[in-house]
């Protein structure tokens, strides 16, 4: 069994689902490497593709009147990724990959077409989604509340060794903080860690 479909597998209902069933949905799936800095998706762009990232790092991100730039998530292996998992929408947001990426790649319609017949994968794939939401509204909903300390505590946890994988400008960012602060926090963790 290759990695796409393992992955796959994780994603899908396991002890409901069948092998071939995964292995159809896998033969959806075209791998492609994507080079560091590349965008999978522009703003305004129609959104026609959905991806799974078997390796290396990406972002989404939005860009103000100002032309600052704000990373809204991050994307590591095992993630879906997709302007919207609304069919026939125009991306609000951009993605682009922060390191080298590889990742298997669908057509967005070809994969609602297979989701529409087998329901049982729809329905998975449907609440796999809300959970994913409820954790990004969780994620928002909670940097607001706590400091800066707190935030990048709470990344750590949830993107353990992507410290170390990606420009810590990139972590600043979103984290919602100056290179300079993200510096001094973790400079203050070595610290209390030592003594």
């Given at each position: 069994m290759d990695e796409l479909t393992q992955l796959l597998q994780r994603i899908s209902p396991q002890k409901k689902s069948d092998k071939n069933l995964?292995?159809?949905?896998?033969?959806l799936f075209k791998r492609e490497t994507l080079l560091k800095e590349y965008y999978f998706l522009?703003?305004?762009?129609?959104?026609?593709?959905?991806?799974?990232?078997?390796k290396g790092v990406m972002r989404i991100f939005t860009i103000n009147s100002c032309g600052d730039e704000t990373n809204i998530s991050l994307i590591a292996e095992?993630?879906?990724?997709?302007?919207?998992?609304?069919?026939?929408l125009s991306s609000d947001v951009f993605i682009q990959?922060?390191?080298?990426?590889?990742?298997?790649?669908?057509?967005?319609?070809?994969?609602?077409?297979?989701?529409?017949?087998?329901?049982?994968?729809?329905?998975y794939f449907v609440n796999h989604l809300a959970k994913s939401h409820h954790?990004?509204?969780?994620?928002?909903?909670?940097?607001?509340?706590?400091?800066?300390?707190?935030?990048?505590?709470?990344f750590l946890?949830?993107?353990?060794?992507?410290?170390n994988r990606i420009?810590?400008?990139?972590?600043?960012?979103?984290?919602?903080?100056?290179?300079?602060?993200?510096?001094?926090?973790?400079?203050?963790?070595?610290?209390?860690?030592?003594?």
């Open positions: 995964v292995e159809n949905f896998a033969e522009q703003k305004d762009q129609p959104i026609k593709k959905i991806g799974l990232v078997t095992g993630d879906l990724v997709s302007g919207s998992f609304v069919p026939e990959c922060i390191t080298d990426v590889e990742m298997a790649i669908a057509d967005f319609d070809s994969v609602l077409d297979f989701f529409n017949s087998h329901n049982m994968l729809k329905e954790v990004i509204q969780q994620r928002l909903t909670s940097y607001i509340r706590m400091n800066a300390k707190e935030r990048y505590l709470s946890k949830e993107f353990p060794g992507l410290i420009p810590h400008y990139h972590i600043a960012n979103y984290l919602g903080i100056t290179t300079t602060q993200l510096s001094r926090i973790r400079n203050k963790l070595i610290k209390e860690q030592a003594s």
